[in-house]
């Protein structure tokens, strides 16, 4: 079905430190997005990319989060300062620019302990 | 306020009986995306709509952009089927980013 890969697939941090987490979108897929679930289940949009460049991103991500798509590099997101609360499933999901599908990757489970 | 209200939270159906999940949008939405979520937390696509029906084998999905809304009809039910069922919608104001539903648990039991 989906063939963006995300890695690491589970990360242990401690409050304070960083995690980073990496994503390698589908080939040909121009955009991609980060969203984290937490364990309610609930989505929250974090940051999205059309190429290399931000088209948004919330408060939360331009504060706490450093996100890039280099070009031939895979995506990262990295939590600079990592909380108890950023425990949750990072997902990573890619699409062509135009209305489209957003194909999702298996995601990173992080605990911050 | 939420953009998507997806309900039931949660459903159980037994093999071989129908049912369907339903999304309501408060918002205008461009399009709406249906995913299944695994218990490894998966999210497999089953459908992308901007308007209309699509159908797929036992599943078959409508949106109606109009009255703001979308449904997920689940036909003969399968065990394999169990899951969580997240609808996504994507608002007009552009960028691509969707908005998820709160989520439906569907358990189908022999």
């Known amino acids: 079905n989906s063939k963006v890969i995300q890695t690491p697939r589970y990360l242990v941090k401690g409050q304070g430190q960083k995690a980073k987490m990496r994503c390698i979108p589908e080939?040909?897929?121009?955009?991609v997005f980060w969203y984290q679930q937490n364990k309610n289940n609930e989505f929250k949009f974090l940051i999205n990319?059309?190429?290399?460049?931000?088209?948004?991103q919330i408060d939360m991500t331009e504060k706490r989060f450093s996100a890039e798509c280099p070009s031939n590099s895979p995506c990262s997101l990295e939590i600079q300062s990592s909380e108890a609360g950023d425990s949750a499933l990072y997902l990573c999901?890619?699409?062509?620019?135009?209305?489209?599908?957003?194909?999702f990757g298996p995601g990173t489970r992080l605990l911050v302990l | 306020g939420d953009q998507v209200e997806q309900s039931p939270s949660a459903l159980s159906l037994h093999e071989g009986t129908s049912s369907a999940l339903r999304c309501n949008f408060t918002?205008?939405?461009?399009?709406v995306q249906w995913f299944r979520q695994n218990s490894r937390g998966s999210l497999i696509n089953l459908f992308y709509?901007?308007?209309g029906t699509k159908e797929n084998g036992r599943l078959k999905s409508a949106f109606d952009s109009k009255e703001l809304y979308s449904t997920l009809h689940i036909r003969d039910a399968q065990l394999e089927d169990s899951g969580t069922y997240f609808c996504?919608?994507?608002?007009?104001?552009?960028?691509?980013?969707?908005?998820f539903g709160s989520g439906t648990r569907l358990l189908v039991s022999p």
């Open positions: 999901a890619s699409s062509l620019p135009q209305q489209d599908t957003q194909y």
């Open positions: 990319f059309q190429n290399q460049e931000v088209l948004q």
């Open positions: 080939k040909g897929h121009p955009v």
């Open positions: 996504a919608a994507e608002a007009i104001t552009g960028g691509y980013k969707v908005v």
């Open positions: 918002t205008t939405t461009r399009s």
């Open positions: 709509l901007a308007s």
